[in-house]
């Protein structure tokens, strides 16, 4: 059974900085897109960061220049360190993977459980 589990997130001031982790586990045969998508209250979820299936990278405009997504393919993960931190980054932030299980050899769209970031003002 593949599981994305997520660690990181938690409350800063406004301007600080946080670090999400995203690992996945499981019999996987191959990933394809990986990345971070976050959700505020009434809000639409949106990607924020993400790894497309060329590993290329995308990035949402508000988070540009403060926010870098890197993964770890050896180890199957993916971290987002999130800087310069502002009240409108408050969310919960979820991780979400392409990826090919061993067992049926079809691309699935997996998602971690959640993680709050709240950044206070």
């Known amino acids: 059974q593949v599981q994305l589990v997520e660690s990181g997130g938690g409350l800063v001031q406004a301007g600080g900085s946080l670090r999400l982790s995203c690992a996945a586990s499981?019999?996987?045969?191959?990933?394809?897109?990986m990345g971070w998508y976050r959700q505020a209250p009434g809000k639409q979820r949106e990607l924020v960061a993400g790894f497309t299936s060329s590993g290329s990278t995308n990035y949402a405009d508000s988070v540009k220049g403060r926010f870098t997504i890197s993964r770890d393919n050896a180890k199957n993960t993916v971290t987002l360190q999130m800087n310069s931190l502002k009240p409108e980054d408050t969310a919960v932030y979820y991780c979400?993977?392409?990826?090919?299980?061993?067992?049926?050899?079809?691309?699935?769209?997996?998602w971690g459980q959640g993680t709050q970031v709240t950044v206070s003002s």
């Open positions: 979400n993977a392409q990826i090919v299980p061993t067992n049926t050899l079809i691309t699935t769209d997996y």
């Open positions: 499981g019999s996987i045969f191959s990933f394809n897109a």
